[in-house]
């Protein structure tokens, strides 16, 4: 590139000879008489001063014209990209730091046209934006449903003129307030954690129902988690359908029929007596009465379907319980888990009434919660230690309206439910009331085609220290705390690299499953997961990816089971990966250890069969869940506390009589597969 002879060039030239001219006439000067130090000193002094002298002149000319011209090309530069009209700057301008402005002039076209295009980009997209807008608008409007979408904070973001219409007497809608200016916010938020729980659950969203904070309307609500994929939820979606008009038609037939026939059963029944001696006639009359019982109950069940109901197992229905009861009363979940049907938001709260009631009535401060079903019907329970309430203040508390519930009573969301009112009971030590809800209508994993059984798994060696009883030895099975654990794994090979996925327990304490207390974590294993592993337990790479290690979990593991009796069944196999581990963190699993398949094998013969699934089907136990590490622990549990009973009726009272009893079956049993 030719040097332009501007600028700076020709000072730095000028000052370059003017110190060149001072050097040599020195030099000259100096060379006509005799080189003294005197003299070579001052040659020295004066070189010294041109050199400064021209550094000097070199920067301030270097400052002045290429530092300040940098300076003013970077404020021109940042105008360009703060939204400036002009697309370059002039290079004539600052030819002395050239060609720094022509790449400069380069970036801005380029940049001038990215922006042009992505004002093109947007205005695209916006007019798209809009148009989809508008057709969503359209879409919600045209809905009979009032139609509410809120982010995380509860915040309306839209909502269709049907929900403004239905919501405008309680608080005007507006984006960006709160949910919480219309609506209740117990159903809300209980069906929010409810479904946040249970993502796979939550595609279809929940039925509840919803009133309005002012309790002037109640509505059949849905609500549906707003995400994208397999992302994190971003909101929620809840659709709105006036309940009341239907609900109080429906609750007016119900109780004109009930009337009818209360006022046809009495006269039926005086006929049928005095038509004692005319068979025909009594026969009529009974007829006629169980028409109308069956009447009555059929309306009773069609009411109930019009209820926004949904399945829901037990432990989690009766979990939200504790939670409300909020430490006032201590709750314990005890038992398995059942799948029931229902409005988790309004069971939750008629429980919840009954429990508080109760126990202001009677005095009493702690309440088991637990739940159960047959083959005809489902229930939930809550029982005391203490004195049994009347039955009429049980009538009583049924009258009374749940405000949360627009003036529903507790009565009308029984009835609803499985169109029944409660059963008081005795117990040994107190009183129960045992609420009906229905079992859950759909099919569960449990019904799914079997799987085959885990592999018998023999090492003598990871029990021996599993008979170190210590103090717990002698005292009685009954009086021990117990945690039952399963694990799921990528194989059955430990020690050929397989690792843990899910390790879960349950607690036993007193000859009771605290199934509310329960340990359950999902395990990264560090390494890929068999396909043919993840058709037992169902936990993919994907489950496991942000999931934490092994070394984070067991320890948490180590301390929930703190003193406890291990318990688990095909006990080896569980306590092989444990015991692999045991370096890595630092603890040891030391724990007296029962192993439910070898007390089958002693308790039932050897011929009777011995795995988790033949023996729940011998003692009659529902199974929640199978293949995955709580639900087996769960059924495992109760599985031992029918052994226990049946090793009582064998004299075998204590842990060190259980523990020496389980050596002699594990020797008696490996010799029999060397043989």
Same mark, same amino acid.
């Given at each position: 590139m030719p040097v332009k002879w501007r600028g700076p060039f020709p000072w730095l030239a000028a000052a370059f000879a003017v110190n060149v001219v001072v050097i040599v006439t020195a030099g000259a000067m100096l060379s006509r008489g005799p080189l003294v130090s005197e003299s070579f000193t001052a040659l020295i002094l004066v070189t010294l001063a041109g050199a400064a002298t021209l550094f000097a002149v070199s920067w301030k000319i270097i400052d002045f014209l290429v530092m300040r011209s940098i300076c003013k090309m970077a404020a021109e530069v940042r105008a360009i990209a703060y939204g400036g009209e002009r697309s370059g700057i002039d290079p004539e301008r600052f030819a002395m730091i050239s060609p720094l402005p022509e790449a400069v002039n380069e970036i801005c076209a380029r940049m001038v046209r990215a922006r042009s295009d992505l004002a093109a980009g947007l205005s695209a997209a916006t007019r798209r934006s809009e148009e989809n807008s508008n057709r969503l608008a359209a879409i919600l409007n045209d809905l009979h449903e009032g139609v509410l979408v809120c982010n995380q904070r509860h915040q309306l973001v839209l909502y269709n003129e049907v929900a403004f219409d239905q919501l405008r007497a309680t608080a005007e809608l507006g984006l960006g307030r709160s949910l919480f200016e219309t609506l209740s916010r117990e159903p809300v938020v209980h069906i929010f954690d409810r479904l946040c729980g249970h993502l796979d659950r939550s595609a279809r969203g929940v039925p509840f129902l919803a009133g309005t904070v002012d309790d002037r309307m109640l509505f059949q609500a849905r609500m549906s988690l707003v995400r994208t994929g397999a992302g994190p939820v971003t909101g929620y979606v809840v659709t709105l359908v006036d309940a009341a008009p239907q609900l109080a038609g429906l609750a007016g037939r119900a109780e004109l029929l009930r009337e009818a026939a209360q006022t046809i059963e009495a006269p039926l029944a005086r006929i049928a007596a005095a038509a004692s001696e005319a068979p025909q006639t009594h026969r009529d009359c009974l007829d006629v009465s169980r028409s109308v019982r069956r009447l009555t109950e059929g309306y009773d069940r069609l009411l109930s379907s019009w209820w926004p109901m949904a399945d829901i197992v037990s432990t989690e229905l009766l979990s939200f319980v504790c939670s409300r009861l909020n430490g006032d009363i201590s709750a314990t979940v005890i038992g398995l888990p059942v799948w029931l049907h229902g409005d988790s938001h309004s069971l939750v709260l008629a429980i919840e009434t009954l429990v508080r009631r109760t126990a202001e009535q009677v005095g009493i401060a702690a309440v088991d919660l637990s739940a159960g079903a047959d083959e005809e019907a489902g229930w939930v329970e809550f029982s005391w230690v203490g004195e049994m309430i009347e039955l009429a203040d049980l009538e009583r508390w049924l009258g009374r309206p749940l405000s949360a519930l627009g003036g529903i009573t507790l009565r009308d969301v029984l009835l609803h439910h499985a169109g029944a009112t409660p059963d008081m009971r005795r117990t040994h030590s107190g009183g129960a009331v045992r609420l009906p809800v229905p079992k859950a209508i759909e099919q569960r994993r449990h019904d799914r085609p079997a799987l085959p059984a885990r592999p018998e798994f023999h090492d003598l060696a990871l029990l021996e220290q599993a008979r170190e009883t210590g103090a717990l030895g002698s005292r009685p099975? +009954?009086?021990? =705390? #117990?945690?039952? #654990?399963?694990?799921?794994?990528?194989?059955?090979?430990? =020690?050929?690299?397989? /690792? %843990?996925?899910?390790?879960?327990?349950?607690? %036993?304490?007193?000859?009771?499953?605290?199934?509310? *207390?329960?340990?359950?974590?999902?395990?990264?294993?560090? $390494?890929?997961?068999?396909? &043919?592993?993840?058709? @037992?337990?169902?936990?993919?790479?994907?489950?496991? +990816?942000? +999931?934490?290690?092994? *070394?984070?979990?067991?320890?948490?593991?180590?301390?929930?089971?703190?003193?406890?009796?291990?318990?688990?069944?095909?006990?080896? @196999?569980?306590? +092989?990966?444990? /015991?692999?581990? &045991? $370096?890595?963190?630092?603890?040891? @699993?030391?724990?007296?250890?029962?192993?439910?398949?070898?007390?089958?094998?002693?308790?039932?013969?050897? *011929?009777?069969?011995?795995?988790?699934?033949?023996? !729940? *089907? /011998?003692?009659?136990?529902?199974?929640?869940? $199978?293949?995955?590490?709580?639900?087996?622990?769960?059924?495992?549990?109760?599985?031992?506390? !029918?052994?226990?009973?049946?090793? &009582?009726? $064998?004299?075998?009272?204590?842990?060190d009589q259980a523990v020496k009893t389980l050596d002699i079956i594990r020797i008696l049993h490996d010799r029999q597969r060397v043989l």
């Open positions: 099975l +009954k009086s021990l =705390s #117990f945690v039952v #654990f399963d694990t799921e794994t990528t194989g059955l090979q430990p =020690s050929q690299g397989d /690792r %843990i996925v899910s390790i879960a327990g349950v607690r %036993i304490v007193n000859g009771r499953i605290l199934s509310g *207390e329960s340990f359950n974590r999902v395990v990264n294993p560090g $390494r890929p997961i068999p396909v &043919e592993s993840i058709r @037992f337990h169902g936990i993919t790479d994907a489950t496991v +990816k942000d +999931k934490p290690p092994a *070394e984070v979990v067991l320890p948490q593991f180590r301390a929930y089971i703190a003193d406890s009796v291990l318990v688990a069944h095909n006990a080896a @196999f569980d306590l +092989k990966f444990l /015991r692999m581990n &045991e $370096r890595a963190i630092g603890l040891s @699993f030391d724990n007296p250890v029962l192993d439910t398949m070898i007390l089958s094998s002693y308790l039932d013969g050897p *011929e009777a069969g011995h795995s988790l699934d033949v023996i !729940c *089907e /011998r003692y009659g136990i529902v199974i929640t869940d $199978r293949h995955t590490a709580l639900g087996d622990a769960m059924v495992t549990a109760a599985v031992l506390l !029918c052994q226990i009973d049946a090793l &009582e009726g $064998r004299g075998i009272v204590t842990l």
